[in-house]
C-alpha cells in the first residue's frame, strides 16, 4: 500500500525559506516519477515541480522556476522541496504525489503559510 507523509510546513516571513519532505513507502521508490502539488485557498491543486526517478528530468511550475529546488534521496525514500524566496502567493497546502499502475496517490500535505 503506497503511503506518502509530507512534514515541513509552517508559517514563515515573506522572503523566507522553508524545506519539505515527503516519506515514502510501500512502491519501489527509484521506479517511480514524484510530484510536489499545491492548493491554495479558493484555488485548483496544481503542480508545483516534479522528478524522475534517478533525480533526473526535472521539471518547474513557471511561478516557482528559480525560487523552488525538488531533489529526492532514494537510499532513504524520500522527496523534497526547498523553498526560497516565499512569499505570499506560495501560501497553500502542500501535496507529495506518485502514479503508480494508474492509481494517483496523495499524501495528506503540509500546511505552507506566507504571511508577515
Known amino acids: 500500500q503506497v503511503q506518502l507523509v509530507e512534514s515541513g510546513g509552517g508559517l514563515v516571513q515573506p522572503g523566507g525559506s522553508l524545506r519539505l519532505s515527503c516519506a515514502a513507502s510501500?512502491?519501489?521508490?527509484?521506479?517511480?516519477?514524484m510530484a510536489w502539488y499545491r492548493q491554495a485557498p479558493g484555488k485548483e491543486r496544481e503542480l508545483v515541480a516534479s522528478?524522475?526517478?534517478?533525480?533526473?528530468?526535472?521539471k518547474y511550475a513557471d511561478s516557482v522556476k528559480g525560487r523552488f529546488t525538488i531533489s529526492r534521496d532514494n537510499a532513504k525514500n524520500t522527496v523534497n522541496l526547498q523553498m526560497n524566496r516565499l512569499n505570499d502567493e506560495d501560501t497553500a497546502l502542500y501535496y507529495c504525489?506518485?502514479?503508480?499502475?494508474?492509481?494517483?496517490?496523495w499524501g495528506k500535505g503540509t500546511l505552507v503559510t506566507v504571511s508577515s
Open positions: 510501500g512502491f519501489p521508490f527509484s521506479s517511480y516519477r
Open positions: 522528478i524522475g526517478g534517478l533525480g533526473d528530468n526535472v
Open positions: 504525489y506518485v502514479r503508480r499502475n494508474g492509481d494517483h496517490n
